[in-house]
């Protein structure tokens, strides 16, 4: 059976991940993996483009527009799709994606460990950044989100697992995306990378990784400017006839080819996944 992983590298524009991604970049040189520029919806901000990344759609198609005011998706979605199809899933992410996909408002001291088969993220490990400030930027390393990610993928052997890494956009939000602080994370997170995805990519899964959105020279992200919607999208794996490697791929095309990478019919999704 076809299964994939989602990585999503939260506020890391296209040029730094290229510039500071050693083991992602080496893996396009090396021929096992592509990569392509992807171009973020409007509005650049998370909430909505997590809904994007999961659904095919744009923040003003499936409704959600800003981060106040998050609320549970009501359309097709990767983890209802799968779930419906009894599929397995699984989660390590901030405690929006509790909110977009598993019905109800995330309750910190008794959400953050959820195996629950009738969710759609049947097995979720969240994290709520409560109280993140320049002087306590409270992101969770990269490391220990791969190593929770690892164990459930031991445990449970999900068809579809979401991890989802904040630090980029917090230190981006903090430094901006010109300085040492908001580069170097994004290293960190490749190292954490390096380290993990060989792994899974051997136990015959299918990893992408991707932003959400970028990050501007101000430290914040929203509007329409190349920094702030230019990604890197990146796919390991075997499947053949991909887009040219120079083809600048619309965010909506994400959530179909995840789905088709699961053994899924994209078609519920309005755009095609790059798996022609
Ligand atoms: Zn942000």
Redesign the pocket.
């Known amino acids: 059976m076809q299964k994939a992983i989602l990585i999503i590298v939260?506020?890391v524009g296209y040029d730094t991940m290229l510039s500071q991604c050693g083991y992602l970049e080496a893996s396009v040189e090396a021929g096992m993996a592509h990569r392509w520029k992807m171009q973020a919806c409007l509005p650049s901000?998370?909430g909505p483009l997590y809904e994007t990344l999961h659904t095919g759609l744009t923040p003003l198609e499936h409704g959600i527009l800003s981060n106040e005011a998050m609320r549970a998706s009501s359309v097709p979605n990767i983890f209802q799709l799968l779930h419906e199809q009894g599929r397995v899933t699984a989660a390590v992410a901030h405690s929006f994606f509790f909110e977009l996909y598993c019905g109800r408002t995330y309750n910190m001291l008794e959400d953050i460990e959820i195996d629950d088969e009738s969710m759609a993220i049947q097995h979720g490990r969240y994290y709520s950044m409560e109280a993140y400030s320049r002087a306590n930027p409270v992101q969770p390393a990269d490391i220990d989100l791969c190593a929770q990610a690892n164990n459930l993928v031991r445990k449970f052997s999900p068809d579809y697992m979401l991890i989802h890494m904040c630090a980029g956009?917090t230190l981006?939000?903090l430094y901006t995306s010109d300085s040492a602080e908001y580069r170097k994370q994004a290293w960190h997170t490749d190292n954490a990378l390096a380290r993990i995805m060989p792994k899974w990519l051997q136990q015959g899964y299918q990893v992408f990784v991707t932003s959400d959105?970028g990050?501007n020279t101000d430290g914040h992200?929203g509007g329409n400017e190349d920094l702030t919607r230019d990604v890197a999208f990146y796919y390991f794996g075997q499947q053949k006839n991909l887009p040219a490697a120079d083809e600048v791929l619309d965010q909506c095309r994400a959530a179909p080819s995840i789905l088709q990478a699961t053994g899924m019919d994209p078609s519920v999704f309005p755009l095609p996944g790059i798996f022609s």
């Open positions: 939260d506020g901000l998370s956009d981006g939000h959105h990050m992200h």
